[in-house]
């Protein structure tokens, strides 16, 4: 059985048929990747209490934190910047409880630029809330309403590299004006843009699929970082059903 994939989406209104209403929304791009890469969607919509995300989180074989707008600063303990648009209190409770379960579950987990983002947070760490502060210039913000392009380079030796290009700039995708700032507790920094920016982190754990990047690989034509999160899941998959067919007393061993 092809393992499922629990996406994240938005909370935002929506018009189709003639109707408006707020909808829980997804580029469908998310769900094509997963379904190329021999995953089983499924899809988690925002306004779920921590009971909710954690028995949700017990039920999937991977995760992706989607992109979205931006967290509220609250949640890690800053203030707010001008240029921070933070308005969907719901999605960021739901996210931050659903990433600090699949921490604490050990179930895959792939963030997509806010869902970095998210990874980041729920481990403790904190974001630069408007990069062209930092580097005087927008190259990583894309178009208004589309994606840029800019290099990022992969550290030698990490989960990342070994599905992604190491020690070497490459193109991606791109469309984000907040970055990690201090990584959180138990990940580290892996991947940068030229101009210094975190571009992906990943667990210290080894043999842990935790990873963010900063970049949009659904929008892109590369789908290995969707075919390791498929690969690391159906082996989630695996050790959980292994572990379901042992006596009470083996399985918690």
């Known amino acids: 059985m092809a393992p499922t994939i629990g996406i994240t989406m938005y909370h935002t ?21 997963i379904r190329n890469n021999g995953g089983r969607p499924v899809l988690l919509p925002p306004g ?69 983002q998210m990874l980041n947070v729920a481990c403790g760490g904190s974001l630069h809330q408007h990069i062209p502060d930092l580097v005087g210039h927008e190259l990583h913000n894309g178009s208004a309403a589309g994606f840029g392009q800019h290099k990022v380079r992969v550290t030698s030796g990490t989960i990342v590299s070994s599905i992604l290009p190491g020690g070497e700039y490459f193109e991606v995708p791109t ?16 991947a940068w843009a030229d101009d210094g920016i975190i571009e992906a982190i990943e667990s210290t754990t080894s043999g842990e699929f935790l990873v963010g990047v900063q970049w949009h690989p659904e929008q892109g034509d590369d789908p290995r970082l969707f075919g390791a999160l498929i690969a690391a899941a159906e082996m989630h998959y695996s050790e959980r059903s292994v572990a379901s067919s042992l006596p009470p007393l083996l399985a918690g061993a």
């Open 13 to 33: 209104s929506a018009d189709w048929r003639g109707w408006s209403e707020e909808g829980a929304l997804l580029p469908w791009t998310y769900v094509t990747s």
């Open 48 to 116: 779920g209490d921590v009971s909710e995300a954690e028995a949700t989180v017990a039920v999937l074989d991977g995760i992706v934190i989607a992109g979205g707008g931006d967290i509220n600063p609250a949640i890690y303990g800053a203030a707010r910047h001008p240029k921070t648009d933070a308005n969907v209190p719901d999605r960021d409770s739901w996210e931050l409880a659903v990433a600090e379960a699949a921490v604490r579950q050990g179930v895959p987990l792939l963030g997509i630029c806010r869902g970095a």
């Open 175 to 190: 469309h984000h004006h907040q970055a990690v700032d201090l990584v959180g507790a138990g990940l580290t920094a892996v």
